[in-house]
């Protein structure tokens, strides 16, 4: 069967698009097949330690599984393509953007026997947060994985690293929510801001809104935050309201677009395009961080939204030429929500991997691959990695999901753009 | 949820002498629509609308002519005030207030003691922020509805259901209007998966909609699974 593609990313590339090429610069064409991004992949199956309960629907399972596709697919060459380990985060990079005493408490409580009645103030020791031992490790883990990814791609070892358990967009300062303990994302932008004083440009498609990476700059004007999720009114953490617009000096720097529930591909992908080209060309940041979370698809149990896998591979495309227009192609990317782990993630994040780094990929899943994790999959595996155009029914509201996600966008661009055109720093 | 919570306690006021040029000046500066006039300390006397200077205005629709125009500068407050004022005080709950403005179709209560001095303002505007806040989260949360049976015991059964699921409320509002001998309920959990608690609602017998009874998204993706 014919795989989908985008236009223009079909392989081979032929959007037509010239791609402007800035004198002395070594910007590519993201179109041109024969572009050799250098990227790397952080991974080793230590991160299979942030894990809360048996039952709990954010599983390292779903990074195992992800990141055995993208082998299984030889998405990793060793050479242009690698597999890098992560550290651990120091005290020093967690204390940038979490209290001292939060801090404090995640490592006492991660303690075997910790009293547990303490978490409740941190957020820790509830259905979504639980407490676990080792907690303070393993999330320090995941933050120094993203950490790794910053560092590889400021110094320009890689121009693209994919932190895959990273992503944990709701911790906030010093509270645990929504699965998430310390905030990678906040972690590495604080650092990014700090040694190299880049405009940093945080965009995030997770269904949920980013809150705890928002709330971290929500004053700052180096960084802006960009998060397209279900609307608030449906879905948590019930914020990203296109009237949360920063504070302070980092007021305008925040913007928020909050979705129809049942939004479709084409509605999202015009959105994003549109808004993203606009905010980037006003704030022209130096380097993006995306939370790549992937439970916008239609089969996540814990969203509304029904996008499909056209939707991740889209997003990843227009993120990176932005950052190949504006960042000389540095792009720091990390995971997020996705909680159908069997039919949609692995397949969602190899699409990512796969786009970020420049690489085709066919769409048979390998039979090696299927054959690993079927047996433990309660449902069959869809054995191509695109969902094919007609695998979904089409939303019988379409038009008014349209229409409404439209003047939402408009309504934004109406408030925001004045703003952030106005408050971003001169050239 | 007292007035005193949720007034504004800066409140620019003017005395019966000010000329209405002043207090149209001071309305549009400050874009309010309400000015408490006082008298020595504070003691409330009247107030003065935006609608009760703009009566007191030439109309737009003629030529003013010179002394028609310096009207507002020669008039002052004390001749277009009212001076039955509806006042309300801080200790009186924020429903009652919300109920005075709107039974009296005014825009704005003063906040007096109880020797009649102004503390404060509480308009139109402000309890609907304060309203919008009640309504709305303050932390992460999703919302869920539930409809009840209108009689004892049928909201703690529930509750004890969601606390068994470790699940803390945010906020709950179950408004006193009954269809049928139920209420709904609307909950506000602090979790980003309410799906167990849902389903064992469900269980007991309870009718639940994530995020609305209306609406309930968990339903639209059944023919996927």
Known sequence: MEARSPPGFSPGGHSGKPSPEPPG?????????????????????????????????FNPRRLEMAVSLIEALGLIDGVQHRMIAPRTATDEELLRVHSPEYVEAVRRLSRRGAERSEGEQWGLGTEDNPIFVGMHEATARVVGGTMRAAELVV?????????????????????ASGFCVYSDLGAAIAWIRETTGARVMYIDYDAHHGDGVQGLFYSDPGVLTLSLHESGRFLFPGTGFIDELGEGEGYGFSLNVPMEPQTEDDSWIGIYREILGEAAA????????????????????????????????ESVRITAEVAEEYCGGRMIVTGGGGYAIWRVVPRAWTLVWATMTGQTVKDPIPRSWLDRWEEESPR???????????????????????????????????????????????L | MLVRDHMRREVITVSPDDTLAAALRITRGHRIRHLPVVLGDNDLIGILSDRDIRLAMPSPL??????????????????????EVIAVGEEETLEDAAKLLYSHRIGALPVVDAS???????????????????????????????????????????????????????????????????????????TIDPREAIEALEAAGFEAG???LAQDLRKLDVNLA
């Open chain 1, 155 to 175: 110094s320009g070892e890689v121009d693209r690293a994919f932190a895959i358990a990273g992503g944990l967009h709701h911790a906030h300062r010093d509270r």
């Open chain 2, 210 to 212: 994530w995020p609305s």
């Open chain 1, 25 to 57: 610069s070594q910007l590519r064409s993201p179109d041109d097949s024969s572009i050799s991004v250098k990227s790397a992949l952080i991974w080793n199956e230590s991160f299979r330690s942030y894990r809360f309960q048996q039952d709990h629907p």
């Open chain 2, 62 to 83: 003629t030529v003013p002519d010179s002394e028609q125009l310096s009207y507002l500068e020669k008039t002052p407050v004390a001749m277009v005030m009212t001076r």
């Open chain 1, 282 to 313: 006003a704030f022209r940041p130096e380097i993006i961080v995306l939370q790549s979370g992937v439970d916008a698809h239609v089969l996540d149990p814990l969203a509304h939204l029904r996008c499909t896998t056209r939707l991740f591979e």
């Open chain 1, 380 to 426: 069959m595996l869809p054995e191509l990695l695109r969902d094919p155009a007609d695998s979904f029914p089409p939303v019988p509201r379409r038009t008014e999901i349209e229409a409404t996600n439209r003047r939402t966008l408009e309504a934004l661009k109406r408030t925001a753009l004045p703003l952030l055109n106005n408050r971003s720093r001169p």
């Open chain 2, 116 to 190: 009649n001095r102004v503390r404060g303002i509480l308009s139109e505007t402000d309890i609907l922020r304060s309203f919008t806040r009640i309504l709305g989260v303050s932390r992460p949360s999703s919302r869920v509805e539930l409809r009840l049976p209108d009689r004892p015991g049928a909201l703690g059964r529930a509750l004890i259901i969601l606390s068994e699921h470790g699940l803390n409320i945010m906020s709950l509002i179950l408004p006193p209007n009954r269809v049928d001998g139920m209420k709904v309920a609307v909950i506000h959990l602090e």
